[in-house]
Structure formats: structure tokens, C-alpha cells
């Protein structure tokens, strides 16, 4: 079992920033490829970005990539999606999410590759 809290989540205008954070508990955080997904309202989740067990592997989806930049702190067992020039159409939930034995370079893109996910937190950007 693994449980995700996220964290950071709130309201910010166009333009502005925001740093999620998902701390992991219930399993070694190494061993867990980390994503985030969304989901906006009426709409599918969609993935958002994934970073590998290794830390050196990242993807991100079309539409935050330039925007937004997944990491993780290994030592605290946190990962972390820095936004920026943040705009309407990423107003969402935003979940993470953990995927267990993965390659330490594999970086898991969909939902169903996804063992975890935590409750989410709520970003809204106001135009």
C-alpha cells in the first residue's frame, strides 16, 4: 500500500504560480515512478507529467511542457510540479500518482500504468 497526500493547490491569476506537492508513504519512495495527472470539469484525467524512480527521466504533456517542471526530493519522499504562466485551461484537480516496479528510468504515461493515487488537490486560475 502507498498513500499520497497532495498539497498546494488554491486559486492564482493568469500568469501566476503554483508548487504541488505529494508526500508518499507505505512504501520505499525509490521504488515508486511519480506522475501527476488532472482532471477539469466534464472532462477526462489526463496526464500531465511523470518523473522516474531515478530522478534523471522526465516527460510532460504537450500543453505544460516550457510551463511546468516535475522533481522529487528522494530524501523526503515528496514530489513536487512547479507551474508557471499559469493559464484558465489549467484550472483542474490535480492528482498524483505512484507506479511500482518500473525500471529506474521508466516513466510511466498512462493512467492504468498507475498502481496509487492521492485524493487531489484543487488548482483554479482566474482569467
Known amino acids: 500500500q502507498v498513500q499520497l497526500v497532495e498539497s498546494g493547490g488554491g486559486l492564482v491569476q493568469t500568469g501566476g504560480s503554483l508548487r504541488l506537492s505529494c508526500a508518499a508513504s507505505g512504501r520505499t519512495f525509490i521504488s515508486l515512478a511519480m506522475g501527476w495527472f488532472r482532471q477539469a470539469p466534464g472532462k477526462e484525467r489526463e496526464f500531465v507529467a511523470v518523473?522516474?524512480?531515478?530522478?534523471?527521466?522526465?516527460y510532460y504533456a504537450e500543453s505544460v511542457k516550457g510551463r511546468f517542471t516535475i522533481s522529487r526530493d528522494n530524501a523526503k519522499d515528496t514530489v513536487y510540479l512547479q507551474m508557471n504562466s499559469l493559464k484558465p485551461e489549467d484550472t483542474a484537480v490535480y492528482y498524483c500518482?505512484?507506479?511500482?516496479?518500473?525500471?529506474?528510468?521508466?516513466?510511466?504515461?498512462?493512467?492504468?500504468?498507475?498502481?496509487?493515487w492521492g485524493q487531489g488537490t484543487q488548482v483554479t486560475v482566474s482569467s
Open positions: 500518482a505512484s507506479a511500482m516496479g518500473r525500471g529506474l528510468w521508466t516513466i510511466p504515461r498512462t493512467s492504468d500504468e498507475y498502481d496509487y
Open positions: 518523473i522516474a524512480r531515478s530522478g534523471s527521466s522526465t
